[in-house]
């Protein structure tokens, strides 16, 4: 009697990524997205369901997906970093939206739109077509060149990613920036996908001397973008003073008591916000400011609504052909023009500021200022920073309750001072507590 043979596992062949089969719920999905294409269009639906099923399933036998965020080999990029990029973009493109009213995100144009554009421009695929289908293609087409719809999709997503490589950039530790993209096919699904290498730039430093102390200072800068090599933040010397005959220049340096005074009293935003506002200060808005000593400071702004909002200055000296940022300045430091009313209207001392924890952003967070008249005739009557805690509201998926605690022992602070003005030292003893 013949022994059974073992028969071997037959290994499927590898086909071609082109011809493989979609599933029906995944062409089901992208004829429902085509059509809702078409209508943001200006093109009659119809239009799309006069190709037959046939030609339907080749449009979308080989998908274009949103592009994957990964390290350009011999860059270091830690993986929650790629992963933040890659999640933030992923949510990015699904709220936002290419046409609202016929509900079309920027992620139906990324893999539907741009697969589309890609399969209206085969020679291989328009040849199948009736007369009819062709005048639709050639209608479609013309509309994407004239729009420059398949630019618009990679500015979307490129914008997106260059602020993520913002956020997560430090000047005294690392700066990223964007390799050229390129496309693959993947080996395990019918899709082609982008790909953005994400490269570093090691921070450039120097030493400077301020005081008769030697100093370090880094590099504020933008990493690579593209095609683009790492830029440099620079300032005209005539936007720090307008009448000034030279139009040099300036390298923008940031010395480390800055960053970390930056992070100390910027202490509610999350840190890639962080890093983003000081970026866009130093390198992008450069709104230049007087001081109310004629110290010339730069603002510190944070995008709210559609307008640039100050939530600090940063103090600096210009050395040679580099302007060197020396400290953040919180927003009602007595140095800064709004700190200089609430010094003028309430008399406080900086030591008062301090105490109550007004140099600190999260003072505007915690302390329910509608509570304390005195405080919010000036900060919010005159000086208009209610602004501030919508800033931090607009970055929460929820309004955060104020520190009830903190905002009576603020509260008790300015109705002692009421009673008893000048003695700032005593009221201050009495309010004492160790557990704030």
């Given at each position: 009697m013949a022994k059974n043979k073992k028969r071997k596992k037959v290994q499927p062949s590898r086909q071609n990524f082109l011809v493989q089969r979609p599933s029906k719920t995944f062409l089901d999905t992208c004829y429902a997205t085509a059509r809702r294409i078409f209508r943001a269009l200006n093109e009659d639906e119809s239009s799309f369901d006069s190709f037959t099923k046939r030609q339907k399933q080749d449009m979308f036998r080989i998908m274009i997906m949103p592009p994957r965020i990964q390290a350009m080999p011999g860059h270091k990029v830690p993986k929650p970093y790629l992963h933040y990029i890659q999640e933030e973009l992923m949510a990015h493109l699904k709220r936002e939206y290419f046409n609202e009213e016929e509900g079309v995100s920027w992620m139906d144009m990324t893999t539907v739109g741009?697969?589309?554009?890609?399969?209206?421009?085969l020679e291989s695929f328009v040849e199948s077509l009736s007369e009819p289908q062709r005048k639709v293609v050639e209608r479609m087409c013309k509309v994407f060149e004239r729009q420059e719809l398949a630019l618009l999709v990679q500015e979307t997503i490129s914008a997106h990613i260059r602020t993520g490589l913002l956020m997560i950039s430090q000047p005294n530790f690392r700066i990223y920036g964007q390799g050229s993209d390129?496309?693959?096919?993947?080996?395990?699904?019918?899709?082609?996908?982008?790909?953005?290498?994400i490269t570093t730039h090691e921070c450039q430093s120097l030493r400077f001397k301020y005081r008769n102390k030697e100093r370090t200072a880094f590099r504020v800068g933008m990493g690579q973008f593209k095609s683009l090599p790492f830029t440099g933040a620079t300032i005209a010397m005539r936007k720090i003073f307008p009448n000034a005959s030279n139009s040099r220049q300036l390298d923008i340096y940031v010395q480390s008591h800055a960053i970390h005074r930056f992070k100390e009293r910027i202490d509610t935003l999350f840190p890639i916000l962080r890093n983003q506002f000081m970026v866009l200060s130093l390198m992008i808005i450069q709104r230049v400011v007087r001081g109310p000593a004629g110290m010339q400071l730069i603002a510190c702004v944070a995008p709210c609504k559609g307008e640039d909002k100050i939530i600090g200055y940063f103090a600096f000296t210009i050395d040679g052909n580099n302007l060197l940022v020396l400290t953040l300045l919180p927003l009602l430091s007595h140095n800064v023009p709004e700190g200089r009313i609430l010094y003028e209207r309430l008399h406080l001392s900086p030591d008062d500021l301090k105490y109550l924890g007004m140099d600190k952003l999260s003072f505007f967070y915690d302390v329910d200022i509608e509570q304390i008249p005195i405080l919010k005739k000036v900060l919010f009557d005159e000086l208009h920073l209610n602004y501030v805690r919508k800033i931090y509201n607009s970055y929460h998926s929820k309004n955060e309750p104020y520190n009830e605690k903190k905002t009576l022992f603020v509260k008790n602070f300015f109705r002692k001072l009421e009673e008893q003005p000048p003695n700032h030292a005593e009221i201050l003893d009495d309010l004492t507590d160790p557990d704030l």
């Amino acid at each position: 009697m013949a022994k059974n043979k073992k028969r071997k596992k037959v290994q499927p062949s590898r086909q071609n990524f082109l011809v493989q089969r979609p599933s029906k719920t995944f062409l089901d999905t992208c004829y429902a997205t085509a059509r809702r294409i078409f209508r943001a269009l200006n093109e009659d639906e119809s239009s799309f369901d006069s190709f037959t099923k046939r030609q339907k399933q080749d449009m979308f036998r080989i998908m274009i997906m949103p592009p994957r965020i990964q390290a350009m080999p011999g860059h270091k990029v830690p993986k929650p970093y790629l992963h933040y990029i890659q999640e933030e973009l992923m949510a990015h493109l699904k709220r936002e939206y290419f046409n609202e009213e016929e509900g079309v995100s920027w992620m139906d144009m990324t893999t539907v739109g741009q697969t589309l554009m890609l399969v209206f421009t085969l020679e291989s695929f328009v040849e199948s077509l009736s007369e009819p289908q062709r005048k639709v293609v050639e209608r479609m087409c013309k509309v994407f060149e004239r729009q420059e719809l398949a630019l618009l999709v990679q500015e979307t997503i490129s914008a997106h990613i260059r602020t993520g490589l913002l956020m997560i950039s430090q000047p005294n530790f690392r700066i990223y920036g964007q390799g050229s993209d390129e496309h693959q096919p993947s080996t395990h699904r019918p899709v082609l996908q982008q790909i953005v290498p994400i490269t570093t730039h090691e921070c450039q430093s120097l030493r400077f001397k301020y005081r008769n102390k030697e100093r370090t200072a880094f590099r504020v800068g933008m990493g690579q973008f593209k095609s683009l090599p790492f830029t440099g933040a620079t300032i005209a010397m005539r936007k720090i003073f307008p009448n000034a005959s030279n139009s040099r220049q300036l390298d923008i340096y940031v010395q480390s008591h800055a960053i970390h005074r930056f992070k100390e009293r910027i202490d509610t935003l999350f840190p890639i916000l962080r890093n983003q506002f000081m970026v866009l200060s130093l390198m992008i808005i450069q709104r230049v400011v007087r001081g109310p000593a004629g110290m010339q400071l730069i603002a510190c702004v944070a995008p709210c609504k559609g307008e640039d909002k100050i939530i600090g200055y940063f103090a600096f000296t210009i050395d040679g052909n580099n302007l060197l940022v020396l400290t953040l300045l919180p927003l009602l430091s007595h140095n800064v023009p709004e700190g200089r009313i609430l010094y003028e209207r309430l008399h406080l001392s900086p030591d008062d500021l301090k105490y109550l924890g007004m140099d600190k952003l999260s003072f505007f967070y915690d302390v329910d200022i509608e509570q304390i008249p005195i405080l919010k005739k000036v900060l919010f009557d005159e000086l208009h920073l209610n602004y501030v805690r919508k800033i931090y509201n607009s970055y929460h998926s929820k309004n955060e309750p104020y520190n009830e605690k903190k905002t009576l022992f603020v509260k008790n602070f300015f109705r002692k001072l009421e009673e008893q003005p000048p003695n700032h030292a005593e009221i201050l003893d009495d309010l004492t507590d160790p557990d704030l």
